[in-house]
């Protein structure tokens, strides 16, 4: 068994660490402040490489392996977790099912702009009465001649409604299957089309920085061969989808953990009680050395996973136990890491506050912590 990163792993996550640092880490708790969407700083991550990471050449992508791309989410994580919303989502989300399941037109058409970070696309799939459940979608779309006529709402999601938006990917009802079931079908619906409008959604709790939209379909028209692959392959498509974006989220839970043990640890060195740093108490030491080890975990079963991917083997359960088990990792570090910083913790002025209030999202999106848990219960034989 080999657990060394590739020189080039090694490499992104050195490049990946400074760019977050010199162009993230300064200007994170400012933007969260003021729930502002930067473009300016999403067209920088597109210039680096960090949209189509894993995309081939053929369509402008870096062609990478998929642990190079999650450590890449790990470490803008690690500063900032609405900017690694962007990058999770953009990629996983927006360009992946063009990527695995487009038409080679509609490849060329949008995953050029999309890597280079100079577009970007939503996936929308939750409503307003269907989170966890997925088969509850209302949202239909029918064939009429050589057009789908698309009709309903969609809600919480994530690069649907900035200036970068080129369009999004909508699940919608196509008809009934043999069994009397809904038939889904997924349909690429560009920003502009008449009867599609964008909402951006604000006051949100945490990824104050990132764009967040509900999605409305009123009578709109767009061509039949928008649809993604074949008629009725949408529910497949959504459940592949959310096993890459799983793994997304694990990478956010990872590198939000470091993220917030680097600040804990820090802070516990500088802060000094009773004449010496607080760190060298054994109450704050305990709680420093779980949390080191947790991530280290943490670290090992999301690149498992990965790395079955990468390897074209069934990671499914592995993706959903990296997304539960990162996403409740962060929850638990980042406690202890306010509870350490004691009254400085609760002030927006220490970073650790963002972290903290961050965090709480990865155990609901995608697939909340009890629907990771009927997976996994599943694949186990339960």
């Keep these: 068994m080999d657990f060394d990163l590739t020189k080039e792993q090694e490499m992104i996550r050195k490049e990946v660490r400074n760019f977050a640092q010199k162009e993230i880490a300064p200007i994170a708790g400012e933007l969260d402040e003021k729930e502002e969407f930067s473009e300016k700083l999403t067209r920088k991550m597109g210039e680096i490489g960090l949209f189509g990471m894993f995309v081939?050449?053929?369509?402008?992508?870096?062609?990478?392996?998929?642990?190079?791309?999650?450590i890449a989410v790990e470490e803008i994580a690690r500063v900032d977790g609405s900017q690694a919303a962007t990058i999770a989502a953009g990629n996983s989300l927006g360009i992946g099912p063009i990527f695995y399941f487009g038409t080679e037109e509609q490849k060329q058409k949008y995953l050029p702009k999309l890597c280079a970070g100079e577009g970007l696309w939503g996936f929308g799939l939750t409503e307003p009465t269907a989170g966890s459940d997925a088969g509850g979608s209302k949202?239909?779309?029918?064939?009429?001649?050589?057009?789908?006529v698309i009709n309903g709402s969609k809600i919480f999601i994530t690069n649907a409604a900035c200036d970068l938006t080129m369009g999004v990917t909508v699940?919608?009802?196509?008809?009934?299957?043999?069994?009397?079931?809904?038939e889904y079908s997924c349909i690429l619906v560009e920003k502009g089309t008449p009867g599609f409008k964008a909402v951006p959604m604000h006051k949100k709790m945490m990824w104050r920085a990132s764009n967040t939209a509900e999605l409305y379909f009123d009578n709109v028209r767009v061509p039949k061969e928008n649809i993604l692959g074949k008629k009725g392959d949408g529910f497949h498509q959504m459940l592949q989808t959310l096993d890459g974006g799983r793994l997304s989220i694990g990478a956010m839970g990872l590198g939000g953990a470091q993220g917030g043990f680097d600040l804990a640890l820090k802070y516990a060195k500088e802060r000094e009680q009773f004449g010496q740093p607080?760190?060298?108490?054994?109450?704050?030491?305990?709680?420093l050395a779980d949390c080191a080890m947790e991530i280290e975990c943490a670290r090992n079963l999301l690149y498992k996973a990965c790395w079955l991917k990468s390897n074209h083997r069934s990671f499914e359960k592995e993706a959903?136990?990296?997304k539960l088990y990162c996403s409740e990792v962060m929850s638990r570090v980042v406690d202890h890491a306010v509870q350490i910083h004691g009254g400085y913790g609760l002030m927006k002025e220490y970073n650790v506050e963002r972290f903290y209030r961050d965090q709480k999202l990865l155990e609901i999106g995608e697939g909340t912590s009890e629907v990771q848990r009927i997976v996994i219960s599943r694949f186990i034989g339960c």
């Excluded at 081939?56 to 999650?70: K, N």
């Excluded at 949202?139 to 057009?147: C, I, K, W």
């Excluded at 699940?171 to 809904?182: E, F």
Aim: hydrophobic share 35%; charged share 25%; proline share 2%.
């Design 171 to 182: 699940q919608a009802i196509t008809g009934t299957r043999d069994n009397g079931k809904p």
């Design 56 to 70: 081939s050449e053929d369509y402008e992508g870096q062609a990478m392996d998929y642990i190079s791309y999650i």
């Design 320 to 322: 959903a136990m990296g």
């Design 139 to 148: 949202t239909t779309a029918v064939l009429e001649g050589d057009e789908w």
């Design 278 to 287: 607080i760190s060298k108490f054994q109450a704050i030491a305990f709680k």
